[in-house]
């Protein structure tokens, strides 16, 4: 067992991303705690997992909201008496649409959830970190969308608050690394999760976008979990700053 009695926070954690990676780091051992808006999606997911009731418990907690932080990650910290590993999975997407065409509720939206509400559990999470001294493994979830515009697809503002995950990534992996404190980065191509699972209900949209990948498949949530437990594991102790795309192929291609 690769995360055996490690403390882990999945963020976002009843999205099929966030529930399959708590599904996997309890496989491994480690002592999951959910985190969600929605209490009763996130009681939903949990139950989910097997041996539920002894190896996980969620916690309802919206990250836009500081203090509500604060408190979620001092609440945990007082039952577990640390934190190991932080996942940060929760986000939110738009419908594709022109970006002069936004309004200001729309890209603040993005922006204070994919950013800022990122930056807000992590600043808590290293604070916790620090003072127990023995380090921990930070992995945020961003998208290839960090790297490259899809034509005809208007998502301008969130691949910019993705792109901003990359560099958040980097400056904490530098910053604590004298610390013992690890922050790599995993970017998922197209999945078979979220918005996209009700285009895959088609035969021929699931076709298209199976063409297009390197890899002729769509990718799944569990891809996604493998890449994130081998990061947040010993087994990538000497790997720190590094932003993995987990896509199949496709940013290595030119289409």
Known sequence: MRLKDKIAIVTGASSDIGLEISKRFVEEGANVVLLG?????????????????TKTVSIPCDLTNEAQVIQTVNQITDHYGRIDILVNNAGTITDPIHFHEMSDVDMNSLVDTNMFGTFRITKSVIVKMLENKNGGSIV?????????????????????????????????AVEYARRNIRCNCVNPGIVNAGMIKSYLDYPEAR????????INRIGEPSDVANAVVYLASDDAKWISGVILNVDGGKSASEG
């Open 37 to 53: 808006r929605d209490r009763t999606k996130l009681e939903n997911a949990r139950k989910s997992i097997k041996d539920y009731d």
């Open 140 to 172: 945020n979830i961003g998208s290839i969308s960090a790297e490259r515009a899809i034509p005809k697809v208007h998502l301008t503002v969130y691949c910019t608050t993705k792109a901003a995950i990359n560099m958040f990534t980097k400056g904490l």
């Open 207 to 214: 076709k298209v976008l199976e063409e297009r990948q390197p």
